[in-house]
């Protein structure tokens, strides 16, 4: 048996998958509790202790590979100057690394934005503002800003070039761990954010994951540790490309709802699937993350269910009969009890309702729009993001969606709603869902045998 042994080190399980390569099967998946505030190596070792019990030996794995969001994952903030332009492309750069956005803050810091940033203690700060030859004040004005502030984190300028070093002078003084890259957009409405993408891994290698203390894991395991986020976008390139010798499933969107965050990742081109529309803004990746943190079903429900409304809530997401009062006692319950199992029906309902407007607003947002504009030739369509409405499959993952009774049902929220078409959601989708919670371990796998972690997905997604 050539056996693959691929870690999931979360923020709260640790997950260990074993893989036999030579039949592509999933030979057996052991979970023991994230111990990051000891040492993460006892949750991994108990989760190899019960792997033992089903008689894998860990010891005879050929490849170990390994991904984590210990401690909340790789927590950031991203600065720039226009917000739906240098700010925007600072925050794709940081999201597409597989990070935490916390904060995203345009133009001139303030004092109380730099306590802001201060109390949310990033991992990594990613400065960008201006393009090339652009606007110099912000991005120097912001370097300066941040040489204030009394955090260790490494900073990263990915900003105007005419101004980069004078950014990088300033922070330097103050004793700043400064790395310099390519401008995120070094033109109007391009983006340039694969440099800064590279450099944001590498200091997250370099320097979060001895900070977390997964320095042994390192030594354990035979490549680098991955953002968990990274590996599941690296699945949703692969489950929609394919590999050299393996066809993909076409272009797909990954809905993946926790306690705290729902994320969505497209593997699409985003292009207008109807005659005689227009791209404006920025231009789209084709692995696209979003990660919204006021969607989430138990540290964010309070903020869901504000976005939301109560009124709203109960007509389009539960059951006709529930009162205003139970859903906010439970939404207030679980919001702090965050570890809470639905033990009745009434919970499982009010669950299954967040879950579908998580997935309603989370998809909504991630989704382009399209507009009609009027001029003396006539009218004329203008899209803004991508256009997903001719998606082939959209993948379910998280343990509402995989332990639900029902998972197509709230996946149904993110499709296309003809009464608002200006939202280019997928109309039509395939639905399958990650019941093996296997998206991270083939992310990890595809690195080394992409046919196989192919074969493993067509195998193990279950089609809904």
């Known amino acids: ?37 000891e040492d993460v190596n006892i949750g991994i ?5 019960e792997l033992k019990a ?28 226009v917000p739906e332009l240098t700010t925007e492309a600072a925050k794709r750069a940081a999201l597409g690394a597989g990070a935490k956005v916390g904060h995203v803050f345009c133009y001139e810091l303030t004092d109380d934005e730099l306590d802001q940033i201060a109390r949310y203690s990033p991992d990594i700060i990613l400065l960008a503002g201006g393009t090339d030859g652009g606007n110099k004040d912000v991005i120097i004005h912001n370097a300066e800003k941040l040489a204030e502030l009394k955090v260790d984190a490494p900073i990263i300028v990915a900003g105007n070039k005419t101004a980069a070093s004078a950014a990088e002078k300033a922070l330097r ?38 900070a977390k203390g997964l320095s042994k894991v390192s030594n354990y395991v035979d490549s680098p540790i991955i953002p968990t986020p990274s590996a599941v976008m690296k699945a949703a390139e692969l489950l929609a490309k394919g590999s050299d010798n393996e066809a993909g499933y076409g272009e797909i969107m990954i809905v993946d709802i926790g306690g705290a965050t729902t994320d969505v990742d497209s593997a699409a081109t ?51 009969g ?23 029906e009434m919970d499982k309902q009010i669950d299954c309702g967040i879950a579908k407007a998580a997935t309603d607003l989370a998809v909504k947002r991630h989704v382009g729009r399209i507009k009609t504009v009027y001029s003396p030739f006539g009218a004329a369509y203008v899209q803004h993001g991508k256009d997903l409405t001719k998606l082939d499959f959209m993948i379910a993952t998280g343990g509402v969606l995989i332990y639900s009774e029902n998972p197509k049902e709230i996946l149904k929220h993110g499709l296309y709603d003809s009464s608002r078409p200006e939202v280019l959601a997928p109309e039509n989708p395939k639905m399958l869902l990650d019941e093996k919670y296997l998206l991270s371990s083939l ?16 195998k193990y997604l279950k089609e809904l």
């Open 173 to 210: 003084a103050a004793a700043k761990e400064v790395y310099v890259t390519e401008n995120v957009m070094p033109k109007l409405e391009c983006l340039n954010i694969e440099p800064a993408k590279k450099i944001i891994r590498e200091v997250f290698l370099s320097k979060i994951i001895y």
């Open 45 to 49: 070792n108990k989760a190899l202790e």
């Open 443 to 458: 992310g990890l796998l595809s690195e080394i045998a992409p046919d196989k972690a192919l074969n493993l997905a067509k």
């Open 322 to 344: 529930m009162d205003e009062k139970t859903l906010q006692e439970y939404v207030k319950k679980i919001s702090i009890d965050t570890d809470y199992v639905p033990c009745n």
């Open 54 to 81: 089903m008689g894998i030996d860990p010891a005879k794995a050929k490849h170990k590979l390994a991904c984590s969001s210990a401690a909340g994952g790789l927590k950031m903030v991203a600065v720039g100057l």
């Open 270 to 320: 985003g292009e207008p699937t109807k005659a005689g529309v227009t791209l404006r803004g920025l231009e789209e990746p084709f692995i696209k993350r979003t990660v919204e943190g006021d969607l989430g079903m138990r540290y964010s429900a309070l903020a869901l269910l504000e976005e939301i409304g109560i009124k709203n809530m109960l007509k389009n997401y539960l059951p006709c």
């Open 1 to 37: 048996m050539e056996l693959a042994l691929l870690i999931d080190i979360g923020s709260t399980y640790t997950k260990v998958t074993a893989i036999d390569l030579e039949t592509v099967e999933l030979k057996a998946k052991a979970q023991a509790a994230t111990t990051v505030a």
